[in-house]
């Protein structure tokens, strides 16, 4: 299994204020936007990437970071095996990620997902 990307989550209940700064003024990409959710970053480098979100998706608590992995699988697995509690899935979601939630040794809620081909 590999980790693709990491994207930091920050949760908020208005969503367009983030806009101005991260968009208008610092010039990041719109790359995501649900409603919900609206990720900035820079489309020739999917690095760079920062998230604001109203929930999780799903009506579920927003995330405090997101990893994408190449392997979902092997990740829920090797999660299991190490004795971390899975509070949400694994599940397919609407909007074409495969993910679970799963709290990190600091509390952290972090959402582990692949994109679905």
Do not use: C
Not at 61 to 82: G, L, Q
């Amino acid at each position: 299994m590999k980790v693709k990307r990491i994207v930091t989550n920050i949760q908020t209940k208005d969503i367009e204020m983030a806009k101005k700064f991260y968009q208008d003024v610092l010039g990041l990409d719109l790359l995501m936007d649900h409603g919900w959710i609206a990720t900035y970053g820079s489309k020739d480098h999917m690095d760079i990437q920062i998230s604001f979100a109203s929930q999780g998706g799903s009506e579920t608590d927003t995330p405090d970071f997101s990893i994408e992995v190449d392997d979902i699988d092997e990740a829920y697995v090797r999660m299991k095996d190490a004795g971390f509690n899975i509070e949400y899935g694994p599940v397919d979601e609407p909007w074409g990620v495969r993910r679970f939630y799963v709290r990190d040794p600091y509390n952290n809620l972090v959402n582990i997902l692949t994109h679905r081909e």
